[in-house]
């Protein structure tokens, strides 16, 4: 009698917990390393497709925050106002980029990378082309400020659909060329709006990047799927829950909050991680240099040529080649595949070592009115300083904070957008009052003084300051 009893009891104990148990939540992830949902198992056509897609994409923002360089002087004689005024027009499209991206990058962690990119490539274009019609100062830099911010998703979502895609040892070579085109932005920018400007007028350079901006946003639309691992494997959670009627979860709690919530998360995560991370800071620091001094070059080179030089606004253009020829000198060199964010700070030293160094030459050149290749050369110089380091710096960034690339990128380009607003417009004075040998000289010694220990710090001190910061993302 026992042992029956017994027995009974334990087939009720069986069955209670087989109702349990199929009650229980259910983890949901990939469905083996090979799945082929996995971004990263994505066939390498498409990805190379994607990536190239991207880089066209970051072409358009950085050619549209500096287009206007070679234009300024015929902006600020149409609209009547000083140059100093026309400058604004040009670089309060990189300040917008400052306010832009912290909010951009987080809501791409919400909802989606292809979403974020689409919507704002819209308000992009709908701005730029109102810049073309733009009959005030007033107006034309709202304008550019509004297209300013749907551009900047643009560019600060690269770096995350790529580490979406890219396994680490990929990632090299495929960031090497996905940055190349949006770095040529800046040059290629004032080369064509010179012989835009005196062709067919300055308000094309508007237009001519609205209309292509507009092309890709069409293509994106059918070929652009989301990227974001830990989206789509909530929205396979969300799916298997619907289906079967039991609740299935991620290991990313964040997609299953309160929309409310989620926001709130993802949007205080790139300010606390520029206000508490120490990793973000020597980098944000890093970059606003390199894009400050970045900026003041672009735009104190047309007023060589133009003053100077004497030369025509299409003439001033056809020197940023300089710096075209400098970036593609960079991609001769092979990129392999590494793991540890450490790996890739010898590779920032070159850059930060070439940075002064192209000032120097270009700065002293021009101050003496040497002859023009002698100037261009140090341009060159400059432009192989800036691609490697900061090419080198993103990377880092990618491989330190793989799960919020977004964040991290947002919150790391703050304070460079920031720069690369303000040095164009203490350039003039700078160089009204040192010229161009002496102003050039201020900026590379400051840049060596600020730029040369950050490195050193990273490599010995990086593991142990990025440890320390888990807690902020």
């Known amino acids: 009698m026992d042992t029956t009893v017994d027995l009974e009891k334990t087939k009720t104990l069986e069955c209670s917990s087989s109702v349990q148990n199929s009650n229980d939540p259910i983890l949901v992830t990939w469905s083996s390393p090979t799945d082929s949902s996995n971004p990263l198992n994505w066939p390498t056509s498409h990805k190379w497709f994607i990536t190239i897609f991207l880089s066209c994409g970051g072409l358009v923002c950085l050619m549209s925050s500096t287009m206007l360089a070679t234009a300024v002087t015929t902006i600020a004689q149409d609209l009547h106002v000083s140059q100093a005024s026309a400058n604004m027009s040009l670089s309060i499209f990189v300040l917008a980029f400052a306010f832009g991206t912290p909010v951009l990058a987080p809501l791409a962690e919400v909802f989606g990378r292809r979403k974020v990119w689409l919507a704002c490539g819209v ?89 292509f901006d507009a092309l890709l946003i069409l293509g994106a639309f059918f070929f652009l799927p989301e990227t974001y691992g830990q989206l789509l494997l909530h929205r396979k959670a969300r799916k298997l829950a619907k289906t079967t009627g039991r609740v299935h979860y991620t290991e990313y709690d964040i997609h299953s909050l309160p929309p409310t919530t989620r926001l709130q998360k993802s949007m205080m995560r790139p300010f606390l991680m520029m206000l508490q991370d120490r990793i973000i800071q020597i980098m944000a620091l890093l970059l606003a240099f390199n894009y400050g001094t970045l900026y003041l070059v672009l735009t104190s080179c047309a007023s060589i040529w133009t003053e100077s030089y004497l030369g025509s606004v299409s003439q001033s253009g056809l020197h940023y080649l300089a710096m075209v020829i400098g970036y593609t000198a960079h991609l001769k060199a092979k990129h392999q595949g590494r793991s540890a964010p450490e790996y890739r700070i010898p590779l920032m030293l070159p850059g930060i070592i070439l940075i002064p160094a192209g000032l120097l030459w270009f700065g002293w050149a021009a101050e003496k009115h040497a002859p023009w290749p002698v100037v261009d050369a140090g ?81 010995k ?9 888990g807690a902020v993302v």
């Open 123 to 211: 308000w992009y274009v709908g701005w730029s082309v109102g810049c073309g019609f733009a009959e005030s100062n007033g107006f034309l830099l709202a304008a550019r400020w509004f297209a300013g911010l749907g551009s900047s998703a643009e560019y600060v979502l690269t770096s995350p659909i790529l580490a979406d895609i890219w396994r680490p040892e990929q990632r090299g070579l495929s960031f090497a060329i996905a940055t190349f085109l949006p770095l040529l932005g800046p040059a290629l920018g004032p080369l064509i709006a010179g012989l835009v400007t005196e062709s067919i007028g300055y308000r094309w350079n508007f237009w001519i990047l609205a209309i």
């Open 379 to 459: 341009a060159l110089i400059f432009a192989i300083g800036i691609i490697l380091s900061t090419q080198a710096m993103q990377q880092y960034l990618i491989e330190a904070y793989r799960e919020h690339v977004g964040s991290a990128a947002a919150a790391s380009q703050f304070l460079r957008n920031i720069f690369a607003f303000a040095f164009p417009i203490f350039a003039p004075a700078l160089f009204s009052s040192l010229g161009y040998g002496w102003g050039n000289t201020t900026i590379a010694l400051v840049f060596l003084v600020l730029a040369v220990p950050g490195p050193f710090v990273l490599w």
């Open 461 to 469: 001190f990086g593991a142990q300051l990025r440890a320390s910061a």
